[in-house]
């Protein structure tokens, strides 16, 4: 599983997402680059069935011999992350994007630094405040 880079979480903090929103990115990012996988089943035929069942998976081609993996290429989407967390798709979209920016640049000096927070601050653009129903 991949770790929240200082900057990404303080900055996305700062500007209103939630923890479950950065653990979902951080899960997306994870499943994107293949280092945790979505939960599921592979029959005898090496079908893979999603064990996470979303609008992304369920409107998914059906899994088949010649093209065994629909669901796990579905599962793997930011909006299907969203929906398993229960939190907005463009909240995980602007996580990911922030810790991949984040983590493409190790070793910054301070130029470099104040460039990535200003970029970070323009990708993690502040969440609006869910309407409340009177």
């Known amino acids: 599983m991949l770790k929240t880079l200082p900057q990404t979480q303080a900055i996305a903090t700062q500007n ?14 994870s499943r994107k680059r293949r280092i945790a ?11 893979f ?10 409107n998914a081609r059906a899994p088949s011999r010649s093209f065994p993996y ?27 994007r922030g810790l991949e920016l984040e983590e493409n640049n190790p070793g910054m000096s ?5 460039t990535l927070v200003k970029e970070l601050t323009q990708i993690l653009k502040p969440v609006k405040a869910p309407k409340v129903a009177a």
Do not use: N
């Open 16 to 29: 209103g997402y939630t923890p479950a929103q950065i653990k979902a990115g951080l899960d997306y990012l």
């Open 110 to 114: 301070a130029h470099e630094r104040l």
């Open 70 to 96: 629909p669901e796990m290429t579905a599962a793997r989407t930011a909006d299907h992350v969203a929906e398993v967390h229960g939190v907005p798709g463009i909240a995980v979209k602007r996580i990911a």
């Open 49 to 58: 069935t999603a064990a996470e069942r979303t609008k992304k998976t369920e």
């Open 37 to 47: 996988h979505p939960p599921g089943t592979f029959d005898k035929a090496r079908r």
